[in-house]
């Protein structure tokens, strides 16, 4: 069974700029997760997907990330502009049905100078 | 809110050592709880898990016990091989309408295993 796909696995961008993440769940998963994992600390939860309707955003700078699943399966991840401190790595996970694992995708790093 | 706190690392042990990582949680209702792995330049694995108290989770050596008398999830291994060399993360799935199975993890400790 294939993992949780994501790409780049790295970027570098300067302040302002824009990026844009993009995430393949595994087949089947209903829901899907972005969080963002700051050196040094746990990740935490940005956005979560049942399907294509967001569940919970209320972690989410909205003024500046925005993300979308439009056919409940693949999902983008995008920040404009970049700040220095969006410096992290962006994890994005997904979940079968009611189970309680979340099966984590390798990471973008990205790196704001 | 809900929250984990876990010991701070790093942690640096001989190889055959023994392993406890301290982890506590703060939760209404009744949360599952995890350990989670993240081996250099990889994602995070599922390492073990307990979804109700004085369960005990196990896994490849390593084991917690859901201890909801002391609000504790402690990750112990008898004996450490330099293979077990990572970051690990507690975590929390809380109990409560609308979580919808968001976790809620610690900051990671790292272990660092010698031969």
């Known amino acids: 069974e294939a993992g949780v796909a994501q790409s780049p696995r790295y970027k570098i961008i300067e302040k302002r700029q824009s990026v844009a993440f993009w995430c393949n769940p595994i087949?089947?998963?209903?829901?899907l997760y972005w969080y963002q994992q700051i050196l040094g600390q746990g990740p935490k939860l940005l956005i979560q997907?049942?399907?294509?309707?967001?569940?919970?955003d209320s972690q989410l700078p909205k003024d500046r990330f925005s993300a979308e699943r439009l056919k409940g399966v693949d999902s983008t991840l995008k920040i404009q502009p970049a700040k220095l401190e969006d410096s992290a790595v962006y994890l994005c996970?997904?979940?079968?049905?009611?189970?309680?694992?979340?099966?984590f995708g390798p990471g973008t790093r990205l790196t704001v100078l | 809110g809900d929250s984990v706190t876990q010991m701070e690392g790093p942690v640096t042990l001989s190889e055959e050592a023994f392993l406890t990582i301290n982890c506590t949680y703060t939760a209404t209702g009744y949360p599952s709880l995890f350990w989670y792995v993240q081996y250099p330049g990889e994602g995070l694995q599922l390492l073990l898990k307990?979804?109700?108290?004085?369960d005990k989770g196990s896994n490849k050596g390593f084991e917690a016990t859901y201890r909801k008398e002391t609000t504790s999830f402690h990750l112990e291994k008898g004996s450490v091989q330099v293979s077990d060399s990572a970051v690990y993360f507690c975590a929390l799935n809380p109990d409560y309408g609308g979580s919808q199975g968001n976790l809620i993890f610690g900051k990671g400790t790292k272990l660092s295993v010698k031969p």
């Open positions: 996970a997904s979940r079968q049905g009611d189970e309680n694992e979340q099966f």
């Open positions: 307990a979804t109700k108290a004085d």
């Open positions: 087949s089947g998963h209903a829901t």
């Open positions: 997907f049942q399907n294509n309707g967001v569940v919970d």
